[in-house]
């Protein structure tokens, strides 16, 4: 067991394990209209709630499936919109870097960088973004087992920051399918860090539509539920006010009207397990 990482300030709220958060937003910005629409609507469920809340939404999804698909307005342009959001929701914001040259610019905007899954061990993005001082979230691989981050974690801690969350997002079961194995959040919290679970792409089915990723929705709540059960320290959910014409990840994105109830509940499953 290593000793917990201390929370740490984000908009004036803590974000740590002491007290339940979550990240919340579109898969990818779209337009600048509608991502502020949604912030804004996630800013009122935080407020309502007394929930710290981090908005997420990606610049680009350089992951896509196809080449064809659609991959956001790219670094500088989604930057932009992340920090109107910021001003006008109040909400810290939260995206995705693919390339150590871009932790730096991104930093100036983000309160935390995100490493994505099939990314995680890549040690020139880790150590960049480690270097900007930032939070760091790291989604674990479908590849990878929870005891073996250890070293993700190293390369990271070895610029000095110590800030670091991890994300469980399903394990790779078979083809076009992920399974969430609860006893990785228990192992994961072992290296004192705060380990987020996000609902919505372990319900995903990769590459499962040919030229996209698939996904199974109506699991995400329960998987959310289970997940904050089992220990999480929080939940990352993907929501769109339309996920079925969302332009990335609808199949396994929630609809935005459904946000506030099982945040609501997931808040409440956490305080339970905390007290008991």
């Avoid at 004036?12 to 337009?31: K, N, W, Y």
């Avoid at 610029?159 to 394990?171: D, F, I, K, P």
């Avoid at 194995?181 to 089915?205: C, Y």
Wanted: with cysteine.
């Amino acid at each position: 067991m290593h000793e917990p990482v201390p929370s740490v300030t984000l908009g004036g709220r803590p974000f740590g394990r002491e007290r339940f958060f979550a990240i919340c937003g579109p898969c990818v910005i779209e337009t600048p209209e509608l991502t502020l629409a949604i912030a804004e609507r996630l800013a009122a469920i935080s407020a309502e709630l007394e929930l710290p809340l981090i908005f997420k939404a990606s610049y680009d999804k350089a992951n896509r499936t196809s080449v064809q698909s659609f991959r956001g307005p790219g670094l500088e342009p989604g930057l932009e919109v992340l920090a109107r959001v910021k001003a006008a929701s109040g909400l810290p914001v939260i995206s995705d870097i693919h390339h150590p040259e871009q932790a730096a610019t991104a930093a100036q905007v983000l309160d935390v960088l995100q490493i994505p899954a099939f990314l995680c061990r890549q040690t020139d993005l880790l150590v960049a973004a480690g270097r900007t001082g930032r939070p760091v979230n790291v989604k674990k691989g479908q590849f990878m087992a929870p005891h073996d981050i250890g070293p993700i974690l190293d390369k990271i801690r070895s610029t000095g920051n110590q800030a670091v969350w991890l994300t469980e997002r399903g394990s790779t079961f078979g083809y076009n399918n992920l399974v969430v194995d609860m006893r990785s959040i228990g192992v994961m919290q072992g290296f004192g860090v705060p380990v987020v679970f996000d609902a919505t792409h372990s319900v995903q089915l990769p590459g499962g539509l040919g030229a996209a990723s698939g996904g199974e929705r109506r699991f995400a709540p329960a998987l959310a539920r289970a997940a904050v059960a089992a220990g999480a320290d929080a939940v990352f959910l993907e929501v769109h006010p339309d996920p079925d014409r969302a332009l990335c990840d609808g199949p396994n994105t929630l609809p935005l009207d459904q946000a506030a109830g099982l945040l609501k509940q997931l808040k409440d499953i956490h305080a339970l397990v905390r007290s008991a």
